[in-house]
C-alpha cells in the first residue's frame, strides 16, 4: 500500500507540493525599477577632438579620424560609444557657468543671464558689459533639474565642480539648488591643485580654490580625478542599498587648468613630441575617461547598469595647451577654442548610452539606443532638461521657461524632422579671449555678430555701422574658412534677423557702448 495515504503529514506535503507544481511560478528575473537612474558625466574644457573617439564625420556620414583622435587615449569613451549613439553637432555654451546653468535650467544663457564665467570674488562683467548681467548664477528658489526630480523620488548626488554662484551666494554650494549629497563643489570654477600632497590646494598659492570635502585625501597620492571617483562609487553604492532611483551629476574639475600632470598616464606622452603643458593635458583626458569607466564597471557590479542610463558631454570647446585660439592646433581641424566663436569653442562631445544593453530591459525598451550610432541633427545642452523630465514622467513646474527640446527621437538613431536646427551662443562680455559676440546657427548657416566698432576689423570681418559681421555655410565649409558675408548679403541680413528675434524671445541683456547705450544686432 502506498505509504503517504497511511502518513497523515506524509499526504499534507504531497498535496502541497502538488499545489505548487500547478500554480504558475514567478520569473527568476528581478522586477524592474520604477525608474531609471541616470548619470550626467561632465567634463570641464574637453572639446569634440579631446578623444580617440572621432566625432567628425566624413561626406557619407562615416567617422573620420584626425590626428588629434590619435595622441589622446579615451577607452572608455570608445566603450560608451559603441554601446550608444554619439552627436556630430552637439553645442555647449563657449564658456564653463552659462553651460552648467543650462544644463540644470534647459535655459540658454540669453534667458538666465549668466553669460560669462562666474568670478567667485568679483564681478567680472567686464568694460561695456551689461550691467544686469546674471554674475550670482542660481539661487535656492530656482527651477532645477534635481529639484524637479527629488519630487519624483530620486536621490540627487553632486560630484566634483559646481561653479553655479560667487562666494557667499546661494549658489555657491550645490545643496542649496535640489542635490541631495554635495561632494567637492563650491563656487570655484578650477581647482587649487590636483595633487593629494598638495592638499588639492589647501596651504597653496592657489588656497583660495581649494576642493572641499576631500581631507581623507591630504597628504597622500590621490589625483584628484580618482579621489572624486572613488567616493562616488561609494555613494552609489549605499544608494543602491537604499533601494532609491539616483540622479548622479559627476562634473570633474578635470581637464581646466592647472595642468598637473596625472602619474598614473605620463609615460603614454612622454615621447610625443608635444609641449609639456599638452602632455600633461592629455594625462587628465585620461584620467577622467578611466573614471568613466569605473563608473561603468561599478554600476554592472552593483547589479544595476541595465537599468541606468548615462549622458556624456563637455562644458565647452577645448582648451587643449597647443595653441593660440587663431591657430588650428588645440581643435583641428576646427577652428578656434574655449571662449570662440567658431566651432571649436562651442562643439563639445556627448554620448548617451545605456551603462549595460538588455532588450528585455522596460527602460531600455522605452527609450531603446542604438549601439554605434552616429547622430548628425543639431543638439545641444539645454535638451538634456526636457529630455530627462520627459523620460522619467516629471513635470516642468509652471512658469519655468525651457529653450531645450526634448533629444528622445534623437537619443533612438532617428531623424527628427519637426526639429529646428538652431542654436544661440550670447556673450555680451569682454575680456575673456573673444570680445562681445552673438552666434546664431540655423540650417547650414552660422552668423557671428561683433558688437562693438571700437574692435578691430581684422580676419576677415565685415563691418557694417553698428557691427562686424560673418557669415559661414558649415555644410560646405565645415571648418570655418571662407567668409560669405560678402557675397551672400541677403542670407547674411536673414541670420542678422533670426538672431536678433531668438535674443529678444529669451530677453537678453545686451553690452553697452561708451555712451551707456545698449547694442543688440543691427541687421545690415
Known amino acids: 500500500m502506498n505509504q503517504t495515504l497511511l502518513n497523515p503529514r506524509l499526504l499534507v506535503f504531497a498535496i502541497v507540493c502538488g499545489l505548487c507544481q500547478a500554480i504558475p511560478q514567478p520569473s527568476l528575473r528581478a522586477a524592474e525599477p520604477s525608474l531609471p537612474n541616470i548619470m550626467v558625466f561632465l567634463v570641464d574644457d574637453m572639446g569634440v577632438m579631446d578623444t580617440s573617439v572621432p566625432f567628425l564625420t566624413d561626406e557619407s556620414g562615416k567617422p573620420k579620424r584626425y590626428p588629434l583622435n590619435d595622441y589622446y587615449r579615451t577607452p572608455s569613451m570608445e566603450r560608451l560609444a559603441a554601446q550608444g549613439v554619439r552627436f556630430n553637432q552637439f553645442y555647449a555654451m563657449s564658456v564653463c557657468s552659462p553651460t552648467r546653468i543650462s544644463i540644470m535650467t534647459g535655459q540658454n544663457a540669453a534667458r538666465h543671464r549668466t553669460t560669462n564665467w562666474i568670478n567667485p570674488w568679483q564681478n567680472n562683467g567686464g568694460p561695456q558689459g551689461p550691467p ?93 580625478t580618482e579621489a572624486l571617483t572613488i567616493e562616488t562609487k561609494k555613494l552609489i553604492a549605499d544608494s543602491v542599498k537604499s533601494e532609491t532611483p539616483f540622479y548622479l551629476y559627476f562634473a570633474h574639475y578635470a581637464v581646466h587648468a592647472p595642468f598637473d600632470s596625472d602619474p598614473r598616464f605620463a609615460d603614454h606622452y612622454a615621447e610625443s613630441g608635444k609641449p609639456e603643458a599638452a602632455q600633461a593635458f592629455a594625462t587628465l583626458i585620461e584620467g577622467m575617461d578611466k573614471s568613466l569607466g569605473d563608473m561603468l564597471d561599478q554600476f554592472d557590479t552593483l547589479g544595476i547598469a541595465e537599468n541606468t542610463l548615462v549622458f556624456f558631454l563637455g562644458d565647452n570647446g577645448s582648451d587643449a595647451p597647443l595653441g593660440d585660439q587663431h591657430v588650428v592646433a588645440c581643435a583641428a581641424p576646427l577652428r578656434g577654442k574655449k571662449g570662440a566663436h567658431y566651432e571649436g569653442g562651442m562643439r563639445v562631445p556627448f554620448i548617451a548610452a545605456w551603462a549595460k544593453a538588455d532588450p528585455e530591459n522596460a527602460w531600455q525598451q522605452k527609450l531603446p539606443i542604438p549601439a554605434g550610432a552616429i547622430q548628425g541633427q543639431v543638439a545641444n545642452v539645454t535638451d538634456l532638461f526636457p529630455t530627462i523630465l520627459s523620460l522619467v514622467g516629471a513635470e516642468n513646474p509652471g512658469g519655468h521657461a525651457v529653450d531645450g527640446r526634448s533629444l528622445n527621437t534623437l537619443l533612438t538613431g532617428k531623424a527628427d524632422p519637426s526639429r529646428p536646427e538652431q542654436f544661440l551662443m550670447h556673450y555680451p562680455h569682454s575680456p575673456h579671449r573673444s570680445n562681445y559676440f552673438t ?35 558649415l555644410k560646405n565649409d565645415p571648418f570655418e574658412q571662407e567668409n560669405l558675408a560678402e557675397k551672400e548679403p541677403e542670407v547674411l541680413k536673414r541670420m542678422i534677423a533670426g538672431m536678433r528675434d531668438a535674443l529678444q524671445a529669451d530677453h537678453a541683456v545686451y553690452p553697452v557702448s561708451k555712451a551707456g547705450e545698449e547694442l543688440p544686432p543691427v541687421v545690415p
Open 439 to 473: 552666434v546664431w546657427r540655423d540650417g547650414d548657416w552660422k552668423a557671428i555678430y561683433h558688437a562693438l566698432p571700437e574692435i578691430p576689423t581684422t580676419g576677415g570681418f565685415i563691418q557694417f555701422e553698428g557691427g562686424h559681421y560673418q557669415l559661414f555655410n
Open 132 to 224: 544686469d548681467w546674471n554674475w550670482t548664477g542660481l539661487k535656492s528658489s530656482d527651477v532645477t533639474l534635481p529639484g524637479v526630480l527629488k519630487t519624483k523620488g530620486y536621490h540627487t548626488i553632486h560630484i566634483g565642480k559646481g561653479h553655479f554662484g560667487p562666494e557667499e551666494t546661494e549658489g555657491a554650494d550645490p545643496a542649496n539648488l535640489g542635490f541631495d549629497i554635495n561632494l567637492a563643489g563650491r563656487s570655484i570654477g578650477a581647482p587649487g591643485s590636483y595633487y593629494g600632497e598638495k592638499n588639492f590646494g589647501l596651504g597653496t598659492k592657489r588656497e583660495k580654490s581649494a576642493v572641499p570635502h576631500l581631507d581623507q585625501y591630504h597628504g597622500t597620492h590621490t589625483f584628484l
